[in-house]
């Protein structure tokens, strides 16, 4: 854990967002990343969740956040109207995530996305060994109760980052918490955070 | 007491106040108001760097008496549940303002006034007001109250309607923008149930083209007007759960046109009541405010270019069983409201008690309210 007190992945998302920045946090939850990036920061920090008790939390704690789903109320927002577009364990529970990934482009300048890597080697060993779903520390809900729809692997990610034109800026890989290297990173990490911009 | 120093006392503020503004008051009709008297009600203290002063803003039917007991029915203030002591609008830490509207009955100019001109009541020759003249009426007060720039202007309904005109009338004069169960514009179903209240009151004889005596109002016109519109601010869920087809105080069917069911009963009731302390004609100029209002109209339909000026920050609620307002409404200010670059917070809360839902005990409202309020305070 940092000394934030933030969810690892969240804690490696903060580190890429520079200071002042205008950032819209997509399935923002409770609000806890947006308060931590408002305070510690200075962003301008706005968010979107799907769930009222959510959104009431998070207004709570000062913060502008709109009540609403990332699979069809992105489209309302214009286009750069922010420096950074986060989406943090969010992708997979998406209907059309690459839809979603491409509005994350166009609002933001860059975009953020934290998710649970289905090649870490415990997912394999489940299925291969157990030959059942996963259930992981970053996978904690059992298959048919997970909200998880749509979940892919590192390496799946880069090649739909790839298809849909994305450039990867940069990219941070978590193992039980604890940062990574790049090496094996497929097998090895857990959760993966990728910076994206537009495609040159 | 009477030598503690005149800046406590000072009569602008407190309870049950009244004050006569020197006009022309210019409406938005192109017609002016020779004077303005408004009726208003001030709680707790202006800070002394004025920064702490929010107006609460009445719906359809309310009046100024957010949080003291109501001179006429004597019930509690209309929205106790958000303004209080303790309350996420509290006297404690705010200066807070409701005012009677423009059009209004219970002591602001409305068609129930006497004509200065005339020295006989307005009724029907009183101008036709919109939510703008509301509004300009209430920045005429604060001017006199000696309040520049509002920390926050709060209202739900039609209430809600003025907290968001406020933003595009006066943008440099308010920092945060609270709106509940409102909308941009009225609907064209708004506009049908309003129009079925007007027609009511107008096809009672007592209403004499407007000219009524104030001890013989149109009182059966008013009170179906009352019921057309009490029906609107609930829900088919609600209605249900209150009453279903229960009947009133009877074992079985009477074959009559009694209020035979707890639901005539009780409509006959809230428009009964209703028309001990509302004017008729005030009912047709205020409805015909809300029907005129569309936030977007000024801007070729564009409701965003409405809010490019605004720096305000903005909270939205909306209830899930409310038809009135739907959340189709509120969606459509925050989509408007997010191209304009606008901060805005937006929550559709869970309820079953329709449009009314926010007149209610409603505690994730009051948390929205609040976490709102103390973080642009």
Request: charged letters at 20%.
């Amino acid at each position: 854990m940092s000394g934030s007190g933030l969810r690892p992945d969240l804690a490696a998302i903060a580190a890429a967002v520079p200071n002042g920045a205008r950032v819209l946090d997509i399935g923002c939850g409770d609000g806890a990343l947006l308060a931590h990036l408002r305070d510690t920061k200075g962003v301008d920090a706005r968010g979107l969740d799907v769930s009222a008790a959510n959104v009431a939390s998070a207004v709570a704690r000062g913060l502008s956040v709109v009540q609403g789903d990332a699979d069809a109320d992105l489209a309302d927002y214009p286009a750069d109207a922010f420096d950074m577009a986060i989406l943090s364990d969010t992708l997979q529970a998406m209907q059309r995530p690459a839809r979603v990934l491409g509005e994350l482009v166009r609002i933001g300048r860059r975009g953020v996305v934290s998710f649970p890597n289905f090649g870490h080697w415990r997912v394999r060993r489940a299925l291969l060994l157990g030959g059942r779903m996963p259930v992981t520390p970053s996978l904690p809900v059992s298959w048919h109760e997970t909200a998880n729809i749509h979940l892919c692997t590192i390496d799946d990610f880069r090649a739909l980052a790839a298809d849909l034109g994305l450039g990867v800026e940069s990219a941070t890989f978590l193992s039980d918490g604890a940062r990574r290297g790049a090496a094996l990173a497929n097998l090895l990490a857990d959760q993966a955070v990728f910076v994206l911009a537009r495609g040159r | 007491m009477a030598s503690v120093a005149t800046a406590s006392l000072d009569q602008r503020f407190g309870l049950d106040r009244r004050v006569s503004l020197a006009g022309p008051f210019a409406l938005a009709s192109g017609q002016s108001l020779a004077r303005l008297d408004i009726g208003y009600e001030t709680y707790g203290s202006l800070a002394p760097d004025g920064g702490n002063a929010i107006l609460v803003c009445h719906a359809l039917t309310g009046d100024q008496y957010v949080a003291s007991d109501h001179p006429l029915t004597g019930k509690p203030g209309w929205w106790t549940r958000l303004v209080g002591p303790g309350r996420p609008i509290d006297p404690e830490r705010h200066f807070i303002i409701c005012s009677n509207v423009l059009g209004g009955c219970m002591g602001t100019t409305g068609p129930s006034s006497i004509d200065p001109a005339t020295g006989d009541r307005y009724a029907m020759r009183f101008p036709v007001i919109t939510i703008r003249d509301m509004v300009n009426a209430q920045a005429a007060l604060l001017d006199h109250l000696g309040v520049g720039v509002l920390q926050a202007v709060v209202g739900g309904s039609m209430g809600g309607m003025q907290a968001l005109d406020w933003a595009v009338a006066h943008p440099a004069r308010v920092r945060s923008v609270v709106g509940i169960a409102t909308a941009a514009r009225h609907s064209a179903q708004n506009i049908a149930f309003h129009e079925v209240g007007r027609q009511a009151i107008m096809a009672d004889p007592m209403w004499r083209a407007g000219d009524y005596a104030p001890d013989a109002p149109p009182a059966a016109g008013l009170a179906v007007a009352r019921m057309a519109a009490h029906i609107t601010y609930l829900s088919e869920e609600g209605l249900t759960a209150k009453f279903g087809r229960r009947l009133q105080d009877r074992a079985g069917l009477g074959f009559s046109f009694d209020a035979e069911f707890q639901v005539e009963s009780y409509l006959r009731h809230q428009g009964l009541s209703f028309t001990q302390r509302f004017d008729a004609n005030s009912y047709l100029y205020i409805t015909r405010a809300l029907d005129y209002f569309d936030l977007a109209a000024a801007h070729d339909g564009q409701l965003a270019r409405a809010f490019a000026g605004s720096r305000a920050r903005f909270a939205l609620v909306s209830f899930t069983s409310d038809w009135l307002y739907p959340t189709s409404q509120a969606r459509r200010l925050v989509r408007a409201l997010n191209a304009a670059g606008a901060a805005v917070s937006f929550c559709e809360l869970e309820s079953p008690f329709g449009h009314d839902a926010f007149l209610l005990e409603a505690p994730e409202m009051n948390r929205v309210v609040d976490g709102f309020l103390r973080a642009g305070a």
